[in-house]
């Protein structure tokens, strides 16, 4: 499984939480234990830097700068883009802005390559595994599908 995978894997789990069964439900608590331990160190890996978090409010402001306004004079946003008055305007102040954080930004895009090349690494974790007769018979086709990677396939006496 991919680290990439987890993310999935831990949304799927949070979403089968509701169902019943003392193991099911140990087992569902003891992986999203353990997939959030990972998640949160994937997500460290990701996080902005003080000065990438500046550059990035000045960019936003920008953009409000350039953007048009509806009657009562607030910024018109679409698809949480900002809907620029002057898009000519932006792009010239906007290559300004990035010429002077030049190496934030450098750094920035390095830091999401690493986090792309580690999102598709094979992940190291071990599964707490469930037994196939220990799922609740309430769960669905597309639940089930979502957490095979959690359900041990081997039978108990190991045949």
């Given at each position: 499984?991919k680290?990439?995978?987890?993310?999935?894997?831990?949304e799927?789990?949070?979403?089968v939480?509701?169902?019943?069964?003392f193991k099911?439900?140990?087992?569902?608590a003891?992986?999203?234990?353990?997939?959030?331990?990972?998640?949160k160190?994937?997500?460290?890996?990701?996080k902005?830097?003080k000065?990438f978090q500046?550059?990035?409010?000045?960019r936003?402001?920008?953009?409000?700068?350039?953007s048009?306004?509806?009657?009562?004079g607030?910024?018109?946003?679409?698809?949480?883009?900002?809907?620029l008055?002057?898009?000519?305007?932006?792009r010239?102040?906007?290559?300004?802005l990035?010429k002077?954080?030049?190496?934030?930004?450098e750094?920035r895009?390095?830091q999401v390559?690493?986090?792309?090349?580690?999102?598709?690494?094979?992940?190291?974790?071990?599964?707490?595994?469930i037994q196939k007769?220990?799922?609740?018979?309430?769960?669905?086709g597309?639940?089930?599908?979502?957490?095979?990677?959690?359900?041990?396939?081997?039978?108990?006496n190991?045949?």
């Open positions: 499984m680290n990439k995978d987890l993310i999935t894997l831990e799927s789990l949070q979403k939480g509701n169902l019943t069964g099911f439900v140990y087992a569902v003891k992986n999203l234990d353990i997939l959030n331990r990972e998640i160190i994937i997500q460290e890996t990701f902005f830097s000065d500046k550059y990035d409010l000045e936003v402001e920008l953009a409000k700068k350039f048009k306004k509806d009657k009562d607030k910024d018109v946003v679409v698809n949480n883009a900002f809907v008055e002057d898009e000519k305007g932006f010239k102040e906007l290559e300004i990035k002077s954080n030049k190496k934030v930004i750094i895009e390095k390559e690493d986090l792309n090349k580690l999102l598709e690494e094979e992940s190291n974790i071990k599964l707490h595994k007769e220990d799922i609740p018979e309430n769960i669905t597309s639940q089930l599908f979502n957490i095979l990677s959690i359900i041990n396939e081997e039978k108990k190991g045949k």
